[in-house]
């Protein structure tokens, strides 16, 4: 079967840094995938690991071991703007356009 | 920046009436997908299509549902007896050769 767990809720403040972790039981994996996704809007794409260690893109960053089979996100200098459900998805299978495998997300809440 | 587009955005139906949902993906992409969300719940994979066929399809993907491209820029998916359990946001998703997918803004079917 395909699990992928994250935490169900996050709060954090404006400015801070805050970590969203994902751990992943798969079938295979070919690839993890983070996505931003506000409330009544489609999944926006963030980062994609596929190799062990850090990526980082802006204020984000997302990181994979691959043989722990964890990852996580890291957002720094938070916006109220950030306040969304952030998705973890992993590619299990080794083939371009196959399935993306989805966590629950996290809903990050931002305060000020 | 081009946009995975789809119609329409709301799409109410009676229970087994068949509903078409209509995709424009990404132009110069290869790959496409479609996947459901139910209020509150995990986004699923459903099918995805390549060179005028199927690549790959869930469970979920029963005989009900069917999909085509039936031109050079429209991808649809098709339910043919909608149920009340149908009920929910599906959202199409396009990728070029590399691995990100793309979505849409999403139809949210309502079945009554």
């Known amino acids: 079967g395909q699990n992928i767990d994250q935490p169900t809720e996050m709060t954090a403040t404006e400015g801070a840094i805050v970590q969203i972790n994902c751990t992943y039981q798969?079938?295979?994996?070919?690839?993890l995938f983070w996505y931003q996704q506000h409330a009544g809007e489609a999944p926006t794409f963030l980062s994609y690991n596929v190799l062990d260690g850090l990526e980082e893109k802006g204020r984000f960053s997302s990181f994979l071991s691959r043989s722990k089979g964890y990852s996580y996100l890291l957002l720094k200098e938070l916006q109220m703007k950030d306040s969304a459900s952030y998705l973890c998805?992993?590619?299990?299978?080794?083939?371009?356009?196959?399935?993306?495998?989805f966590g629950k997300g996290t809903t990050l809440s931002v305060s000020s | 920046e081009p946009e995975v587009t789809q119609t329409p955005s709301h799409q109410v139906t009676q229970m087994g009436q068949e509903v078409i949902l209509r995709c424009v993906p990404i132009s110069n992409h290869l790959y496409f997908y479609w996947y459901r969300q139910i209020l509150g719940q995990k986004v699923e994979f459903l099918v995805s299509f390549y060179n005028n066929e199927i690549s790959e399809k869930s469970e979920i993907f029963d005989d009900q549902f069917s999909v085509e491209r039936p031109d050079g820029s429209n991808f649809t998916l098709k339910i043919r007896s909608t149920k009340l359990e149908d009920s929910a946001m599906y959202f199409c998703?396009?990728?070029?050769?590399?691995?990100?997918?793309?979505f849409g803004p999403g139809t949210r079917l309502t079945v009554l």
């Open positions: 998703a396009s990728s070029p050769f590399t691995d990100t997918q793309y």
């Open positions: 998805a992993v590619r299990p299978h080794n083939q371009a356009g196959t399935a993306l495998i």
């Open positions: 798969t079938s295979g994996f070919n690839g």
